[in-house]
């Protein structure tokens, strides 16, 4: 007969707070929101509803929590505004994880980007307004600092229209928070599936550039720092995760390592080619801007940054959140400016979080 572990007051904690709790997910079924239904599952949620415009998927995703009656998908799409009125009514919790996530993909179709990313995320806080949601929560990602391409502008108008939507709130409607991403290892997103294909093939493995340096996480801790944010949140934030650096080519290197005697070849038959940066791809990644340490809390493990255009509300309640080191950051936090993972480091890190293997 199994026993129920010791549960710590922050697991104890967590669970009262989600408890009844009806929570929205959009794009349910991507790598982030598919671990995030299944996280929330095991909290006592009243009901999960998984938004997603992937028909196969949700399908499939029906499928596999057919035995738990609190969770339902539906085919939507977060550009449809009625759709999401509707499907949000009765919700308490909303996550907006729906996106268009590849850099060059929404380089080339800038149009799709904003009607997915920009007005996407507008319909959201205007169904949640509607519905009188209690917290929204959005999903952002490192490339909304100081973009350089149309997927980080996006994001960072996302984050703005959160910041902005919490301003302007009664009292009794959402709070509004985002949280900033870095690169999720072993995502559809990733590099990590492609090079493991490259591999599989006999190589080429392609990178872009030997000093390209990325602020990484593990699918467990996106999902952490998503489940945490929308109890954290105060209103207009944005929740950042403290990360390991790690330099692209180390990691292309690694999988070769790792990777070619399982396909049949020796690391030395694989090459590696230089291609170059692609179009809006920066050469480092930024989690903190210069401008946002002055109004950046630390935490024992995320930074919170207030909106700029709420500070007095910041300070004022600063003192709620736990855990603070610090009520001001000293410097940026970019991933050229932190010390890259070792490539042991890196290997046991990759080891550890199963990132060597297929996904399921």
């Given at each position: 007969?199994?026993?129920?572990c010791?549960?710590?007051?922050?697991?104890?904690?967590?669970?009262?707070?989600?408890?009844?709790?009806?929570?929205?997910?959009?794009?349910?079924?991507?790598?982030?929101g598919?671990?995030l239904?299944?996280q929330l599952?095991?909290?006592?949620?009243?009901?999960?509803?998984?938004?997603?415009?992937?028909?196969?998927?949700?399908?499939?995703?029906?499928?596999?929590?057919?035995?738990?009656?609190r969770?339902?998908?539906?085919?939507?799409?977060?550009?449809d505004?009625?759709?999401?009125?509707?499907l949000?009514?009765?919700?308490?919790?909303?996550?907006h994880?729906?996106?268009?996530?590849?850099?060059?993909?929404?380089?080339q179709?800038?149009?799709?980007?904003?009607?997915?990313?920009?007005?996407?995320?507008?319909?959201?806080?205007?169904?949640?307004?509607?519905?009188?949601?209690?917290?929204?929560?959005?999903?952002?990602?490192d490339?909304?600092?100081?973009?350089?391409?149309?997927?980080?502008?996006?994001?960072?108008?996302?984050?703005k229209?959160?910041?902005?939507?919490?301003?302007?709130?009664?009292?009794?409607?959402?709070?509004?928070?985002?949280?900033r991403?870095?690169?999720?290892?072993?995502?559809?997103?990733?590099?990590i599936p492609?090079?493991?294909?490259?591999?599989?093939?006999?190589?080429?493995?392609?990178?872009?550039?030997?000093?390209?340096?990325?602020?990484?996480?593990?699918?467990?801790e996106?999902?952490?720092?998503?489940?945490?944010?929308v109890?954290?949140?105060?209103?207009?934030?944005?929740?950042?995760?403290?990360?390991?650096?790690?330099?692209?080519?180390?990691l292309?290197?690694?999988?070769?390592?790792?990777?070619?005697?399982?396909?049949?070849?020796s690391?030395?038959?694989?090459?590696?080619?230089?291609?170059?940066?692609?179009?809006?791809?920066?050469?480092?990644?930024?989690?903190?801007?210069?401008?946002?340490t002055?109004?950046?809390i630390?935490?024992?493990?995320?930074?919170?940054?207030?909106?700029?255009?709420?500070?007095?509300?910041?300070?004022?309640?600063?003192?709620?959140?736990?855990?603070?080191?610090?009520?001001e950051?000293?410097?940026?936090?970019?991933?050229?400016?932190?010390?890259?993972?070792?490539?042991?480091?890196?290997?046991?890190?990759?080891?550890?979080?199963?990132?060597?293997?297929?996904?399921?």
């Open positions: 007969r199994l026993r129920r010791r549960q710590s007051p922050r697991e104890i904690r967590m669970e009262s707070q989600w408890k009844n709790k009806s929570v929205l997910v959009t794009g349910a079924c991507g790598t982030v598919r671990e239904v299944r599952a095991e909290h006592p949620v009243s009901r999960i509803l998984g938004l997603d415009n992937n028909e196969s998927e949700v399908f499939f995703d029906t499928e596999f929590h057919r035995q738990d009656p969770v339902r998908y539906r085919v939507a799409d977060v550009r505004d009625a759709a999401i009125r509707w949000m009514q009765g919700v308490d919790i909303a996550i994880v729906a996106a268009l996530k590849h850099v060059i993909l929404c380089e179709a800038p149009d799709e980007a904003i009607q997915t990313n920009i007005l996407g995320t507008q319909n959201m806080i205007h169904a949640a307004r509607a519905c009188g949601v209690q917290r929204v929560l959005f999903t952002s990602s490339k909304a600092v100081n973009p350089t391409s149309v997927m980080g502008t996006a994001k960072l108008m996302g984050e229209l959160f910041s902005a939507a919490n301003a302007e709130r009664g009292p009794k409607q959402p709070i509004f928070a985002s949280t991403f870095g690169n999720v290892l072993g995502s559809r997103g990733s590099v492609l090079f493991r294909r490259q591999v599989a093939a006999g190589g080429p493995v392609t990178l872009t550039h030997q000093d390209m340096t990325r602020f990484i996480m593990t699918l467990r996106a999902v952490g720092l998503v489940v945490d944010s109890w954290l949140a105060l209103g207009g934030e944005v929740f950042v995760t403290k990360m390991p650096v790690v330099r692209i080519a180390d292309a290197q690694n999988m070769i390592r790792q990777l070619a005697p399982r396909y049949g070849f690391p030395e038959e694989i090459e590696l080619v230089v291609i170059g940066p692609k179009d809006g791809e920066k050469m480092f990644e930024e989690l903190l801007s210069g401008e946002e002055r109004r950046t630390e935490l024992d493990r995320y930074f919170v940054v207030r909106p700029a255009f709420c500070d007095l509300v910041g300070r004022q309640l600063h003192e709620t959140y736990p855990g603070i080191r610090a009520l950051t000293q410097a940026a936090y970019v991933s050229r400016a932190e010390d890259a993972m070792s490539a042991k480091a890196l290997h046991e890190y990759l080891l550890k979080n199963s990132l060597y293997e297929e996904e399921a």
